[in-house]
């Protein structure tokens, strides 16, 4: 896992997709991935975080695919998210949630309510 993070990460800056790339020994990797770069859609190894930082919420969408689950956020209203939402169409994430509350869970999770995916309805016919 640590030499795909670092071969992962040496990757990105090689071929021009990351403004810059902090690796400390092997804890943690930052990418700062420039906005107009397709983001990786590999797996780049366990503590790489990669990131854009935009100042309208439309640039993001041409990087968005829709199988995408979550979003993290911050300094964006919640109206602002919600047109964001609705000009992605079918490419919205599943959910945009604050930056630290990206792993909180509640009953609907990456677009399945979970309440009704766990239960099960048995009938019975009297007749």
Not at 53 to 60: Q, T, Y
Not at 89 to 110: F, H, Y
Not at 115 to 120: D, G, K, P, S, V
């Amino acid at each position: 896992m640590a030499i795909e993070k670092l071969t992962s990460v040496c990757e990105l800056a090689a071929d021009g997709l990351a403004t810059r790339v902090s690796l400390r020994r092997n804890e943690v990797a930052h990418v700062d991935l420039d906005v107009s770069a397709t983001p990786p859609r590999r797996w780049l190894g366990t503590g790489t975080f990669v990131w854009a930082e935009v100042g309208d919420l439309a640039e993001l969408t041409p990087m968005l695919r829709r199988g995408d689950q979550t979003v993290t956020h911050f300094g964006f209203s919640r109206r602002q998210l919600s047109d964001f939402v609705r000009r992605c169409a079918d490419r919205a994430p599943d959910r945009l949630v604050p930056v630290g509350r990206a792993l909180e869970c509640s009953t609907v999770w990456d677009g399945v309510d979970l309440l009704r995916e766990f239960t099960r309805i048995t009938t019975v016919d009297g007749g």
